[in-house]
């Protein structure tokens, strides 16, 4: 059986490498330092926020508290942050994978065909695995380039992509993955710092969600009624 080890970038305590292996989720993929099965996982991150931390956020923001809860329930499908293999829950996005490995200066049709569940030009839903699974996607990725990997994926309770770790106040997409796995609060506060950077803030405090939308999932955010949907939940909880 696998013994804790330790992170060689942040001398953080983490889980062993065969957390995963007995729901059969790895499927071949070997080397933990391939990302993070476990590689940057909290041994015992820290899930909970208390009001007071909702509160703050708010005021860094200028918005109110149901804003920010009403945009985790829709970017979390109204469950947290977490898998019960306490790590973040994250999201591959392929599209963005192939403009990652184009910036870094790897042509992406080399692997495409190799990997197509993890590589491909545009936006599509259909390699959409959810779960630990996504993590199964992030380390297959990582065999080709591990930076540009873990830059296009999304992370935590707000859905951030790795890319954008210098907007949330971050030196690197590893430090970044890192606190996304360290806690609910470090999820919380990368999420206030991506906001203020953006300078999203006066949508969020005026309530325009389409605004919001565009900036924050994209131009295409009407295909999912993705603004509609913060409004829907930010009504029901004003409602209590």
């Known amino acids: 059986m696998s013994s804790i080890t330790v992170n060689k970038f942040t001398g953080q305590k983490v889980l062993p490498v065969m957390t995963d292996t007995s729901t059969n989720i790895i499927q ?35 918005c109110d508290i149901d804003s920010i809860k009403a945009i985790a329930k ?3 499908g109204g469950r947290s942050g977490w898998l019960d293999s306490k790590r973040c829950i994250i999201l591959f996005e392929g599209h963005i994978f192939w403009q990652e490995l184009k910036a870094a200066g790897i042509n992406p049709y080399r692997y495409s065909k190799q990997y197509p569940d993890v590589l491909y030009p545009y936006w599509t839903s259909k390699y959409y695995k959810g779960g630990s699974n ?51 609060h470090w999820q919380l506060q990368l999420f206030v710092n991506y906001i203020v950077k953006r300078n999203l803030a006066k949508y969020m405090k005026n309530h325009q969600w389409d ?30």
Do not use: H, W
């Open 28 to 62: 071949g993929i070997q080397a933990p330092s391939e990302l993070g099965i476990t590689e940057y996982s909290s041994i015992n991150p820290k899930y909970s926020l208390s009001r007071k931390d909702y509160a703050d956020a708010a005021a860094k923001i200028g």
């Open 211 to 240: 605004n919001f939308a565009y900036y924050y999932n994209g131009p295409s955010y009407q295909k999912n009624n993705y603004a509609k949907r913060i409004s829907q939940e930010y009504i029901k909880l004003k409602k209590g």
């Open 134 to 184: 996504e993590y199964v996607r992030l380390a297959k990725a990582e065999r080709i380039s591990k930076e540009a990997a873990l830059k296009s994926a999304s992370y935590g309770m707000f859905q951030i992509l790795g890319k954008n770790y210098g907007e949330c106040g971050i030196k690197d997409v590893i430090s970044f993955v890192r606190l996304m796995n360290t806690s609910s």
């Open 74 to 76: 829709v970017e979390t």
